[in-house]
């Protein structure tokens, strides 16, 4: 039996550590925390120096907590000494501390230890049970105020937002901020007024080859301005406002000779950079992969834990990936550099090894996300680790080999050319030694203008040479709004704002689209109409102190300090909790108002031809209500019909003009504006009675009627329509929601279930991305994501092969037997696949 009982979070880490202890030793796993404050109840007696309350944390579908608990204090009884070796940050010290209140023996005592270490290795483990220390109550103390922040935050304010607005919402410490930055951004785009400008560029000759262009950089002694707009124009600056004033330009440029006044060339550095922290991993997954931060999370959770390697079992591939710290260990710095030195040859190796400075708070303690092996190239696991897994360490070896390399080094050449009163200006560069570049290039979020121009080839020319003039062209330009937040930008503004912690980030992009709050249109988050809602009524409702980011960045500060040992928990919950307190009444007190108040407008109701319909606060914002027959519309004017039958719109912003309002098609009464969950949409005023709705999109177009077809529909016989639902387009019975028939597309190919006498047909996700799934769901539940193609497998004569497109290997088919394998060489498709037809009801 052993002596010696290990207890980790989870069972794969169990795995990769049991093989480095031996049979001395016992590796159980808790499964993440085995106590939390209670689900109902606040938990925490505010008025007794917020003393929590712990439970255990009940039984679920997916974990039987008891019995775990019970299992490990059976062997924490049976066991002569107990390590704890949760994860080394907070959550793994409170994981700790509540083991050991509830597993550990009281009588008689159990040594009890905790052991901490960055890697899963034989090295790291060992060394790590070779000192091993106690508790760290700082630690604890820092977790726990964290999490009785977020719970006095969460437990009093989410409530409120409930009953005032309605559905299943939550006010978080930092979540709310981080819609808060979503919110402000949207509105400085809506608000933002563009500035026109030109610019003016030259294509020249030289003596030698090859053509290039010049961007004209001076009039005069005044700069032109083509960047900065948010500043006023400068005395030695000038701003080609419009097309007359550039036309002027360019008629005088032409009739100057073009000189090369000015020739100077640059030896530049580019230096590489430093090795993965959390935050920095998380934008760079985002930007080169297009993974979520919460899935960059859960696959580097998996290469930390151990990944079955063959011959090698089990092995952690990852150092621990809950880190601020650009710290390396000298070990690793010596396998790097043997390893940078054998392979790509000394020039590629600096004198001495690159240490980089991690930011003022960061916890040194830890390394930075590094390869626990260099040796472990990716290709050497590449047919041990999933696609996924593989792109992610890949990421991560690469950054950090190339860390510790040699800088690239260009030479910078810029041409300065006199052309009469103007001088234009071309910038090129050229690579002489690639450096740290042979292996890595770290990602941009948006990529500057000027870019493509500095890494231009120019020719060799020289002073006082003159250049042939083959032509001068103005170019037009608008400046831009600021972009919205991507998952990458806005992780990387939380962290620069020294908002929430890289570990939490996960947590709050997927919180705040999973309430709603923001949704996710090519990759970057827009605010929906209740993300708005929320946003508002928290700020103008007496929390805008509390939810900023100067406050929340100082409570993270704090603790800090905490950590450090520094500051008592008590005391800074005790700061937070007598400001919060007036906040929170101030906030009742105003959703009390707006419920209770009707604020008396000059609309008249379209229903009943009303006038003074009144405005109320309801979950997408304020809206006017008829308090004769109570029916409700937007508070915005209603939206009509301009001359192509649409809403029109305002650079991209949904606006209505005040003509005649639309007229339901179905009953003849006028359509007006109202939001739901999905945005703004037009509905009927005859509702309940009639139930005709028409989607809103994003540029404020409203979508056309229905369009009668000649097909009959199979259930009732009246007339199918093609409608304009959420989804795009798709056919369905013109006597809906009577009847709720949905025309499916097909594909050609029956079902390969056998005694399914389905056929394939297209479907969409919630997500609104395109699958194929059988015509009898739910009795047959077998999906592909992609296209079924009637043809003959050649390897196993499967009935129907799969087809697939990407950028890199174009178009194959593939067998959907995973047993066989068969894949074909890139094919061109036989039809060029339409816009799939979605499969869902337009109540949906």
């Known amino acids: ?133 106690q508790i760290d109550g700082n630690l604890v103390e820092a977790q726990q105020a964290r999490r009785v922040l977020d719970r006095l935050v969460g437990y009093k304010v989410s409530p409120l937002l409930c009953r005032t607005i309605g559905g299943r919402l939550s006010a978080g410490r930092v979540q709310s901020v981080a819609l808060r930055m979503v919110v402000e951004r949207e509105r400085e785009i809506e608000q933002f007024v563009k500035t026109e400008y030109w610019t003016i560029g030259a294509n020249l000759s030289a003596k030698l080859p090859p053509a290039f262009d010049a961007r004209l950089f001076k009039v005069g002694e005044q700069t032109v301005k083509t960047s900065g707009f948010d500043q006023d124009l400068k005395k030695n600056e000038i701003l080609i406002q419009d097309q007359a004033q550039a036309e002027g330009f360019v008629s005088e440029a032409q009739q100057q000779s073009f000189v090369v006044s000015d020739v100077t060339t640059k030896e530049r550095k580019r230096n ?194 003159t250049l042939k003039l083959n032509s001068v062209t103005p170019e037009q330009h608008f400046t831009e709004p600021p972009p919205r937040y991507t998952e990458a930008t806005l992780v990387k503004a939380l962290e620069e704002k020294g908002i929430g912690r890289p570990s939490t980030y996960a947590a709050i992009m997927s919180t705040i689209q999973e309430r709603e709050y923001v949704e996710k249109i090519q990759s970057r988050f827009h605010p929906t109409a209740l993300g708005k809602t929320v946003n508002d009524l928290l700020i103008e409702g007496g929390f805008d102190d509390l939810f900023n980011e100067t406050y929340t960045a100082r409570m993270e500060e704090e603790l800090d300090e905490i950590e450090d040992g520094k500051l008592e928990w008590t005391k800074a919950l005790r700061e937070f909790y007598t400001k919060f307190e007036g906040d929170l009444k101030e906030f009742q007190h105003y959703i009390k108002d707006i419920k209770e108040k009707n604020v008396p407008t000059d609309e008249v109701c379209l229903k009943c031809s009303t006038p003074g319909m009144v405005q109320k606060w309801g979950r997408f914002g304020p809206y006017l209500k008829c308090l004769s027959c109570e029916a409700t519309r937007d508070a915005e004017p209603p939206a009509t019909a301009g001359a192509d039958g649409a809403a029109a719109a305002n650079d991209g912003a949904g606006t209505a003009e005040e003509t005649e309002p639309e007229v339901c098609e179905l009953c003849g009464k006028p359509m007006q504006l109202k939001r739901g969950r999905f945005g703004p949409f037009l509905g009927c005023t005859g509702y309940p009675e009639c139930r005709n709705i028409r989607k809103i999109g994003k540029t404020g177009v409203a979508a056309p009627p229905p369009v009668p077809l000649d097909e009959k529909c199979p259930v009732d016989g009246a007339h199918l329509v093609r409608r304009f639902g959420r989804f795009g387009e798709f056919i369905s019975c013109s006597n809906y929601p009577k009847c709720k028939y949905i025309k499916q597309e097909t594909v050609g190919v029956s079902c390969s279930r056998p005694g399914c006498k389905g056929e394939i047909v297209v479907k969409k996700s919630k997500r609104g991305k395109a699958f194929y799934g059988c015509s009898e769901y739910p009795n047959c539940n077998i999906v592909y994501w992609d296209k079924p193609v009637l043809e003959t497998c050649p390897q196993c004569n499967a009935p129907f092969l799969l087809e697939k497109t990407t950028k890199k290997q174009g178009t194959f088919r593939y067998c959907a037997n995973e047993d066989c394998g068969y894949r074909s060489n890139a094919v061109e498709p036989i039809v060029k696949p339409e816009t799939p037809q979605p499969t869902r009801s337009p109540a949906t």
């Open 1 to 133: 039996m052993a002596k010696n009982l290990v207890i980790v979070e989870s069972p794969a880490k169990a795995k990769t550590i049991n093989k480095y202890l031996g049979k001395d030793y016992l590796v159980k796993a808790s499964i993440g925390h085995i106590k939390d404050l209670p689900s109902k109840g606040l938990g925490v007696d505010v008025e007794h120096n917020f003393e929590p309350t712990y439970e255990l944390i009940p039984d679920s579908k997916k974990r039987n907590n008891k019995k775990i608990v019970a299992e490990l204090k059976k062997a924490a009884k049976e066991a002569d000494a107990i390590y704890l070796a949760a994860d080394p940050d907070r959550e793994g010290e409170a994981i700790c501390q509540h083991l050991a209140e509830e597993i550990v023996p009281k009588r008689p005592p159990k040594p009890t230890f905790r052991v901490m270490f960055n890697e899963i290795t034989k090295r790291a483990v060992n060394a790590a049970f070779e000192d091993p220390r």
């Open 272 to 465: 590489p950079v430093p090795p993965f922290i959390t935050s920095k991993l998380q934008q760079e997954a985002s930007r080169k992969l297009g993974f979520a931060v919460k899935k960059t999370m859960m696959v580097a959770q998996k290469l930390y834990e151990g990944v079955e390697l063959g011959d090698e079992g089990s092995v952690g591939l990852i150092t621990y990936m809950r880190t601020d710290s650009t710290r390396v260990s000298d070990a690793a710095l010596g396998e790097v550099r043997d390893f940078i030195n054998q392979q790509y040859g000394a020039n590629y190796l600096p004198e001495k090894a690159v240490h980089y400075r991690s930011k003022k708070d960061a916890q040194d303690a830890h390394e930075a996300i590094r390869p626990t092996e260099v040796a472990h190239t990716p290709d050497s696991l590449a047919k041990f680790l999933k696609p996924d897994e593989l792109k992610l360490y890949r990421l991560i070896w690469q950054r950090f080999v190339a860390s510790q390399m040699t800088a690239a080094i260009f030479d910078q050449t810029t041409i300065d050319i006199q052309a009469g009163r103007f001088i234009f200006r071309a910038t090129g560069s050229v690579q002489k030694f690639d450096g740290f570049l042979k292996i890595y290039q770290e990602g941009r979020d948006e990529k500057p203008e000027d870019d493509d121009e500095a890494e231009r080839r120019l020719p060799l020319v020289e002073k006082g040479e």
